[in-house]
């Protein structure tokens, strides 16, 4: 069975960092592309970033482009999203999902900025 | 950028109706479509890839149909837990689009 299972969300201050992490199994981790999906409160889905098998491609959507990095161990078959100089609104529910066409979900970690 | 744009973004309907919901992606982008369903306070599912795929596991009374720019999510006869926010998403070309999604309520 397909596991996604994020974590490391917090509450953060404007401005600051913070690290999600998505552990996955039950697939060949190294075989799929990766992605991260967010959802802010009350509003739809926003695709924020995706990586290739090999971590030799990367794509991120504007809006976090520069301060966002989106990585992943294979060999651990761990998803990362590195996040830095937060605003308020990147406040959201950050989802890891398999793949481009996004088959498999993990139940999503809280990211809150605020002061 | 390619911009989903999804009809209706809300809509009451009965049990037993069929429901068809319309993403309109603003330049040509194949089959790379999919859709996902997502009730409150849950993590969204897939439905439909590659525009008419059927994901394994949901009910054959959900279809999806399309290709270029216009396509189409059919629930041929409405159920209880079917009330929930439907999003498309096309994965032709970066960055990502979802839809706005359309939320079906109970009439």
């Known amino acids: 069975e397909v596991q996604l299972v994020e974590s490391g969300g917090d509450l953060v201050q404007p401005g600051g960092s913070l690290r999600i992490s998505c552990a996955a199994s039950?697939?060949?981790?190294?075989?799929?592309?990766m992605t991260w999906v967010r959802q802010a409160p009350g509003k739809g889905l926003e695709w924020v970033a995706n990586?290739?098998?090999?971590?030799?491609?990367?794509y991120y959507v504007d809006a976090v482009k520069g301060r966002f990095t989106i990585s992943r161990d294979n060999a651990d078959n761990i998803l990362y999203l590195e996040m830095n100089n937060l605003g308020v609104e990147d406040s959201a529910v950050y989802y890891c999902?398999?793949?481009?066409?996004?088959?498999?979900w993990g139940q999503g970690t809280l990211v809150t900025v605020s002061s | 950028d390619i911009q989903m744009t999804q009809s209706p973004s809300a809509m009451s309907a009965s049990i037993g109706d069929r429901v068809t919901i319309t993403c309109r992606a603003s330049?040509?982008?194949?089959?790379?479509l999919a859709w996902f369903q997502q009730k409150p306070g849950k993590v969204p599912r897939r439905l439909i890839y590659?525009?008419?795929s059927l994901q394994s596991g949901v009910p054959s009374t959900f279809s999806g149909s399309g290709s270029g720019t216009e396509f189409t999510l059919t629930i041929s006869s409405l159920q209880p837990e079917d009330f929930a926010t439907y999003y498309c998403?096309?994965?032709?070309?970066?960055?990502?689009?979802f839809g706005g999604g359309t939320k079906v309520e109970i009439k």
């Open positions: 039950g697939f060949s981790f190294s075989d799929y592309w």
């Open positions: 590659a525009s008419s």
């Open positions: 999902a398999s793949d481009v066409r996004l088959g498999n």
């Open positions: 330049q040509g982008i194949s089959n790379y």
């Open positions: 990586i290739k098998e090999d971590g030799s491609e990367k």
């Open positions: 998403l096309q994965h032709y070309s970066y960055p990502l689009t």
